[in-house]
């Protein structure tokens, strides 16, 4: 049997304008765009990203698909097989399906599980990924903050599946980037003030979004629980970035100058 291409499409952390040349092209000519979304009755976020550059509904379906945002493995498993579901018969008709996904497909995304599935499924099938600018992107770009330099290194934690070894991971990295917070703010601040960074870190809510919120001094929020678009982001910045030789300030300028 032949089918139809599988497409997974990084549209970026949520501005419209932050999609590639390449997603908006693969968006325009899929058959089926499918979207999806964390409840029945909230919005995709990936749609509000994409629906600029979308067809018309009577040239292109909007399959939308839900996926609860729950640790239940039961809970995740229904979602799949329901969508799985609803997809396949799309491939088997040869129709091409850009599965629309937030940041990038790659990076925490839901398209993993099907981009795995995808070949034992239908086996023989080809599976595109279109890479996105992800929200460890986006991140630094709102808040200035760079995330590497020469010899520095980066940790990326999602934190809402536990943070037990944040001070260790704080200890070793120059620079950590905490994602998908939920309810753990309270133990994050707990790391943060026995590792004395509590003023290296910067908390960011839907980064590049209208809504975008952005906390400089952590020290002057509450341990809320964080949304799913939260962010924080902790820079040491105590290594140089000149990877050899000596690092002095008049040594710099010298070697500037020479």
Not at 31 to 52: H, M, Q
Not at 84 to 103: H, M, N, Q, Y
Request: glycine share 8%; aromatic share 8%.
């Amino acid at each position: 049997m032949t089918y139809g291409t599988l497409y997974g499409v990084g549209v970026g952390p949520g501005a419209p304008d932050l999609l590639t040349r390449r997603a908006i092209k693969v968006l325009r000519r899929a058959d089926v765009i499918v979207l999806p979304r964390s409840s029945y009755y909230g919005e995709s976020v990936a749609w509000k990203t994409v629906r600029t550059v979308a067809r018309k509904p009577e040239e292109q379906e909007h399959l939308f698909l839900t996926f609860p945002m729950k640790r239940d493995p039961t809970r995740h498993k229904e979602a799949w097989d329901k969508a799985f579901a609803k997809i396949g018969p799309r491939l088997e008709r040869g129709l091409s399906v850009a599965f629309a996904t937030e940041g990038d497909p790659s990076l925490y995304s839901t398209f993993i599980y099907l981009q795995r599935e995808a070949p034992i499924r239908w086996p023989g099938i080809r599976v595109m990924v279109i890479p996105g600018v992800s929200s460890v992107a986006a991140v630094p770009a709102v808040t200035g903050i760079p995330l590497a330099d020469g010899l520095e290194r980066v940790a990326i934690i999602p934190a809402g599946y536990g943070v037990t070894d944040l001070v260790d991971v704080l200890n070793r990295f120059d620079t950590t980037i905490l994602m998908k917070i939920g309810s753990e703010m309270e133990n994050i601040f707990e790391a943060l003030r026995i590792t004395g960074l509590t003023d290296k870190a910067t908390y960011v809510s839907r980064a590049t979004m209208p809504q975008q919120r952005m906390v400089g001094n952590i020290r002057e929020m509450t341990p809320e629980r964080g949304d799913c678009f939260a962010m924080i982001i902790v820079s040491r910045k105590e290594r140089s970035g000149v990877l050899a030789g000596d690092v002095s300030p008049g040594k710099l300028l010298e070697k500037a100058d020479a």
